[in-house]
């Protein structure tokens, strides 16, 4: 029942170039090249946006892609604009309780004619990001246009590792969903979802 807009042309699309079209029934259009997605939501042309990345120095830009000169938190400051949750902290933290688990964002993709001239690169390089990932950082997992979260809130929320990697425990189901979703939304063109053996390198399901 939605209609969705995008305002990434084509050539920047995440999936457009890989040949992916939304199924049947689902409304995806790019908006005009002389509008933004701020401006439409205030104007009233669109009922809500998701997944905003409006910056001021997008102004100074021509490129085609993400266009809105306005924050996060200037769009949301406008008289016109309201959060679609008025506490979005409890909102999100009862859904990860709901789901059980934090959602899948980056997979790390490999050629197959690379790992056919050298078979341990899977594993090496998931060797390296599972280190990179359990690297201590200062910075916070929340977005600094979003809210605080403490270490106990992160901990009851999603656990006591808020950004997860690998193949192991939660993860496992969450991105068994995720290839589940992946089918049902057209991105696996095939008669069913892939399972998280037949998608991921042997060599990497242990780790």
Request: proline share 6%; glycine share 6%; net charge negative.
């Amino acid at each position: 029942d939605i209609h969705w807009f995008e305002e990434r042309s084509a050539d920047y699309s995440h999936y457009r170039p890989l040949g992916y079209r939304p199924p049947a029934g689902v409304k995806v259009d790019i908006i005009p090249s002389e509008k933004r997605l701020c401006d439409m939501l205030i104007a009233g042309e669109l009922d809500a946006v998701t997944r905003y990345f409006g910056r001021r120095e997008h102004a100074a830009r021509t490129y085609p892609a993400d266009r809105s000169t306005m924050s996060m938190q200037e769009l949301a400051g406008h008289p016109r604009v309201r959060w679609l949750f008025d506490d979005r902290k409890a909102a999100a933290i009862a859904y990860n309780a709901e789901i059980g688990w934090p959602q899948p964002i980056h997979c790390l993709i490999v050629k197959t004619e690379i790992v056919d001239q050298d078979p341990s690169v899977p594993a090496r390089l998931t060797r390296a990001f599972l280190a990179a990932a359990n690297t201590p950082s200062e910075h916070s997992n929340v977005h600094a246009a979003s809210y605080q979260l403490s270490a106990a809130e992160e901990a009851a929320a999603v656990g006591a590792v808020f950004t997860p990697a690998g193949l192991k425990g939660r993860n496992r189901e969450a991105i068994s969903r995720m290839l589940e979703l992946c089918w049902k939304d057209g991105y696996i063109d095939r008669g069913r979802p892939f399972t998280v053996d037949e998608y991921f390198d042997g060599s990497t399901l242990q780790l």
